[in-house]
């Protein structure tokens, strides 16, 4: 039977919607994780904000009893992963990611099976079932780290994202790495054209750029990081200026940090919010609200997955 329009109701919020998940969180024993791509207004009341390394180092260590986690599916995926017995929640169980849907779990497996003497290491933007199928899973800021700790004779599958995985392979030498095709749709809409572009009329501007971009917007970066990084970078940096090449949600914290420099969001292809990621910004502070209200939507694993999924999630954190 379908709703009629008298049978639909709209939630109501609280007046002081902050405070009101500042009481939820208290009374559930909560902590809201949210990552740098997310709106301003929910890295404002997070508990902890940070990128993908640091989000899973969190949820490996807390002690809270439920774990709202302000970021994709995937990362609500892996604090589930770590703690099997807490309620995980996620403001919109929609906000997935396209790069770990551009690797498909059973093509994995076939493509992992054409090479069998491999170790596979995956990027943590991926589901649960192809961490399963991993044995090492890496962030943008141990990539490089990880893969120097492997023995120059053991080959390596790396997936799913192409731009890191060149990227990683530049900087240890490991060409003889065999990639997954996945991209991520926010990196892949910078224009190196507008980037020039926009460099001549900040010529003292530093570009920083996230890995996960194409290698044209890398070859003009001045600095290449993970957010972690890109953040540091700027707090330390002697520049006034940035423009940025990723997600423009961490530029929030870019000028909390530095307040005096001005922050540049790296232009995208078309005119258009290209440079948002459109998963991460399903979420916002009344869905908050609502996860920590009704306790749902809850991210769940099933045991199996979840048992595979935990090796090559502890051997990361072993090997950061």
């Not at 009481?23 to 993908?52: F, M, P, R, T, W």
């Not at 396209?98 to 995956?122: G, M, Q, R, T």
């Not at 192809?130 to 492997?150: E, F, G």
Request: charged fraction near 20%; aromatic fraction near 8%; charge should be negative.
């Amino acid at each position: 039977m379908f709703a009629t329009a008298a049978t639909l109701t709209t939630p109501s919020f609280p007046q002081d919607l902050v405070e009101a998940i500042y009481e939820l969180k208290k009374e559930l024993n909560a902590v809201i994780l949210a990552h740098y791509y997310q709106e301003g207004e929910i890295q404002d009341i997070a508990d902890y904000i940070g990128d993908s390394l640091g989000l899973s180092q969190q949820a490996a260590k807390t002690k809270a009893d439920v774990i709202l986690f302000a970021g994709v599916h995937f990362m609500a995926e892996t604090a589930k992963i770590l703690n099997p017995d807490k309620l995980v929640l996620i403001p919109d169980l929609q906000a997935g990611c396209s790069l770990a849907d551009s690797c498909p779990a059973e093509e994995f497996a076939a493509f992992k099976a054409k090479y069998p003497n491999h170790l596979v290491i995956s990027y943590i933007n991926c589901s649960a079932e192809v961490k399963a199928l991993s044995d090492i899973i890496c962030t943008s800021s141990n990539a490089v780290k990880i893969v120097k700790q492997i023995p120059p004779t053991q080959p390596i599958i790396f997936a799913p994202d192409r731009n890191l995985g060149r990227y990683v392979m530049e900087q240890t030498g490991r060409y003889d790495m065999i990639l997954w095709e996945g991209s991520c749709i926010v990196h892949e809409t910078f224009s190196e054209k507008k980037l020039v572009q926009l460099k001549v009329q900040h010529p003292e501007a530093k570009i920083l750029a996230h890995p996960e971009c194409e290698p044209p917007v890398l070859r003009h970066a001045d600095f290449i990081g993970s957010t972690t990084a890109l953040l540091k970078y700027v707090i330390d940096s002697k520049a006034k200026e940035f423009i940025i090449a990723t997600e423009p949600g961490i530029i929030h914290q870019m000028k909390k940090a530095a307040p005096g420099k001005t922050f540049i969001p790296a232009p995208a292809e078309n005119n258009c919010s290209c440079n948002e990621c459109p998963y991460m910004r399903l979420n916002t502070l009344e869905k908050v609200y609502l996860a920590l209200k009704n306790r749902a939507p809850a991210v769940d694993v099933p045991p199996p997955i979840r048992e595979k999924a935990l090796l090559p999630i502890q051997r990361m954190l072993e090997m950061s």
